[in-house]
């Protein structure tokens, strides 16, 4: 049964610019209880931003793009929204909605690390618990944690769709804004015309399992570049130097002075086993720097951990993540349902084995109520969904969008084979959906457009994809 709506007549509306896009928007807030079960306490703003349709053509409906994360903003990513989403901006306006803990609607973020910081951390040094600690009482003067989930997150979009007037939804979410797309659907079926879920996490999966996906996807870019007639000759033992390498880390960390990746200053190293493996995993997201990863592990290999340093460096600060509120969901609805078997499986890779290490200390700290077992039921639903997934991706595999899809009576699954995570970024799958809006039924769409093999060459040398003579190595 879905909740009962907080919004409150305190709302605002006018218009603003994003970063990323000239043009004026619709934006506004509305204010809400951060506790729906406490109307009277502490309230707080809930931001929107609507991108107008081209041609409105159905004035009584919209898309709503949710983000992923947990605790990315939806609106500071207005720009690669549209990007996606321009064939549904034709005849529909794009709603975005920064979800409560995120971008403007009271975000729970705490200070971070800069790039110097990152690169000279041991982070089996790190004390997680006391920095948790550090965090929660920054935060806990204007924001009670526990109310900052998924549920009471959902509360807010229906209060937000119900302020504009909007009719029906159509849905498109990424990554953690897919487990947001299936709850809307389970909570609120009379709002939502269809839905894309976009690297799905199924409800019924705990997002802390991914890491058979990493070591999945990490051993396909290996094969990938084996089976690659210039990649394979390149780095014919590309596959041993990398076990080596982490091998020769988890012994001894290396500890050395490198030029900073941005400003050229003299910065200290201290490359651990997890740095490593963080830093390609991150890396197997994005098509580009997925081309660089051979070439990083062989300089690496080799003691050159220039090309590393510049990986992490292009992911600094990438995610954005508002660690508060990534800590509500994560620690309230992912890390109380793992099972033995879940912990032992994650912890044969790296990541995975980390990602347990490092949850097992922060979440008691923060103390979330765990969600209830009936939250983790497959969706059952006959609205229009359309699923996507990348075959390379290193966060939600195309096995989880079959889960999903258990209860599904009107679903197609469609699979990108080159794509990473994300596949509307990287793909065709722009028209796919807009098709799905406008005929509403997933019957006639026709996924061969996801076939295009949009595959990056490997890098050979530091600059180009080109081969280069062998005593220039």
Known sequence: MAAPLTATADTTDGSCYVNGLSERLRCGSITVAENPAKPDGRK????????????????????????????????????GFTRMLHKVRQHRDILLIDQRGTGLSNPLTCEGEDLLSMLAQDESAVDMAAETRQC????????DITQYGSEQALTDFEAVRQHLGYKKLHIYGVSYGTRMAQLYMRHYPQAIASVTLDGVVPMQ?????IGSAIARAQDLLLSDCEQDPMCGARYPTLRQELQTLTAQLQRHPVMEKVQHPVTGATALLTLTRDKLQSTLRMALYSPAMRALVPFTIHQAYRKNYQPLLGLLSLQSGSLDLAMGMHA?????????????QQRQASAQSVIGKA???GLDEICPVWQIPPAPKAFAEPIASDIPTLLLSGEKDPATPPAW????????????????????????????????IATLVESGSVAHIDGKCLQKDVRRSFYLNASTVEAIPEDAR
């Open 44 to 79: 707080i703003a809930v931001h929107y931003v609507v991108i107008p349709a081209i041609k409105n053509l159905a004035p009584q409906e919209a898309l709503l793009g949710i983000a992923g994360g947990p605790g990315q903003s939806a609106i500071e990513n207005a720009a």
């Open 136 to 143: 929660q009482q920054q935060l806990q003067a204007r924001a």
């Open 205 to 209: 999966q705990s997002v802390l399992t």
């Open 328 to 340: 509500a969901v994560v620690c309230g609805e992912d890390w109380p349902r793992l099972t033995p």
């Open 355 to 357: 990602m347990l290490q």
């Open 401 to 432: 969008a079959e889960l999903a899809m258990v209860k599904l009576s009107h679903a197609k699954h469609l699979v990108s084979p080159y794509a990473t995570h994300n596949v509307a970024a990287q793909s065709c799958a722009g028209d796919l």
